[in-house]
């Protein structure tokens, strides 16, 4: 389906911060959650922050008090901040947009659209 554009992964050094972007050109993500879900090496596949049409949002208990999510309507854009950022962290972070339901219940493979997929390596 629809490739949602990624930026922002690369190489950090532990203890930096890194900003995630995720929008698209081809279609209005006014009425999706948006979020990402993480492949860390040696885990499972997991969500880590998502944010709905209306503003709200939930972040992973494991990052809630390093990483923010928001959305820019007007840029059709969401973002990831992310910040004190751990060896741990490591990983490919996809980006994702989808309804709300699938989200809560972290039913990934039945997000509407995809982005590739954003590398990030923390490490010094």
């Known amino acids: 389906q629809v490739h949602l554009v990624e930026s922002g992964g690369g190489l950090v050094q532990p203890g930096g911060s890194l900003r995630l972007s995720c929008g698209s050109v081809?279609?209005?993500?006014?009425?999706?959650?948006i979020g990402w879900v993480r492949q860390v090496p040696g885990k499972e596949r997991e969500g880590v922050a998502s944010?709905?049409?209306?503003?709200?949002?939930w972040v992973a208990p494991s990052v809630s008090d390093r990483f923010t999510i928001s959305r820019d309507n007007a840029k059709n854009t969401a973002f990831l901040q992310m910040d004190r950022l751990e060896s741990e962290d490591t990983g490919v972070y996809y980006c994702a947009a989808g309804p709300l339901a699938l989200w809560l219940r972290r039913i990934y493979n039945g997000m509407n659209y995809w982005g590739k997929g954003t590398h990030i390596t923390v490490s010094s």
């Open positions: 944010i709905n049409s209306d503003g709200s949002t």
């Open positions: 081809e279609l209005s993500l006014d009425y999706y959650a």
